[in-house]
């Protein structure tokens, strides 16, 4: 991309930067909440792009003023300072350029929505349940770190510990954006606790990230939702087990069904099976979109495809690997107390490798 192109694709920016701004303060927009909320991540998304374009603008003028100090100054001292500015610009120039392209690429929109993540064991019976639990302590202990909240909804437990699934809410800023990538198959390599003859195992768990919907973003009829209440089962004490707390929604259009015990109250339990009924069918328009994505451009990193193997976690090596990045480590014990920014790292600059590549096409 040309200096040229660039500052016209950036002028035509500059300009839609300003409508929204404009468009904000109508109070005809304000009152159309879907549109404000949608007007508002584009101008934040925007403002980003202005700011590297100020910049960007500063320092090609330093560089014209540069040189045409050059042209008419005599002083060798303030020569020498103007040569002095026109290399410091020109480095700064390819820079910029490279952080401006970043930019302009179409970013996933979602990425700034809180997620609701799902674990659940898959081939290896007791181990895999075990595993299931070790995953969900590990990024729970990610998001404390990151100053998240979690909520679980549900949980079944295994027989041996941990859990046969569990389901939680992730809020913060910018969740989505990272915890997408722990999308697929995690494969798990020791020796279990039950096994008596000291043989490595090999079990798996499934994890999927989906953005949760808004409220605005899904309408949901209440004619379209059947309501079953039933006591709740598992740790709580004695009110969990004999109160009629726990609810279960059955989308009837979709068939999507989800259900909610970890609240006493039964109208908290509502509101968080809610959460998740809107966001269920807010993912499968949300998957048609990884789809498209995927068929366009064949990313290694986050298709959304929550079948592909992505991760291995070989305990008598103290070795993880994620196979996306070809990303090994051998600190297994500080991975699985929540110590992943540095593998999400990684696979957030590869795809925005794979995403300048694609755009340059």
Known sequence: MTENSLLSRLDGLAARFEEIGTLITDPAVISDMKRFVKLNKEYSELEKIIGARAEYMQTLNGIKEARALLETERDAEMREMAREEIETCNSRIPVLEEVIRLLLVPTDMQDGKNAIVEIRGGTGGDEAAIFTGDLYRMYAKYCENKGWRVEVTSYTDGAAGGFKEIIFSVSGDGVYGLLKYESGVHRVQRIPQTETQGRVHTSAATVAVLPEAEEFDVEIK????????????????????????????????????????????????????????????????????????????????????????????????????????????????????????????????????????????
Do not use: W
């Open 222 to 361: 209440e004619s379209d939702i059947r309501t079953d209440i039933f006591c709740a089962s598992g740790h709580g004490g004695q009110s969990v087990n004999t109160t009629y707390s726990a609810i279960r929604l059955v989308h009837i259009p979709t068939g999507i069904t989800v259900q909610c015990q970890d609240e006493k109250s039964q109208l908290k339990n509502k509101a968080k099976a809610l959460a998740e009924l809107r966001t269920r069918i807010y993912n499968m328009e949300y998957d048609k979109y990884l789809s498209e994505i995927a068929s366009k451009r064949k990313t290694m990193v986050s298709t959304g495809d929550r079948s592909a193997k992505i991760r291995t976690y070989n305990y008598p090596q103290g070795r993880v690997t994620d196979h996306r990045i070809n990303y090994s480590i051998h600190n297994l014990q500080a991975f699985m107390d929540g110590d992943i920014q540095d593998c999400i790292d990684r696979l957030i600059v590869a795809e925005n490798t794979e995403r300048l590549k694609a755009s340059e096409l």
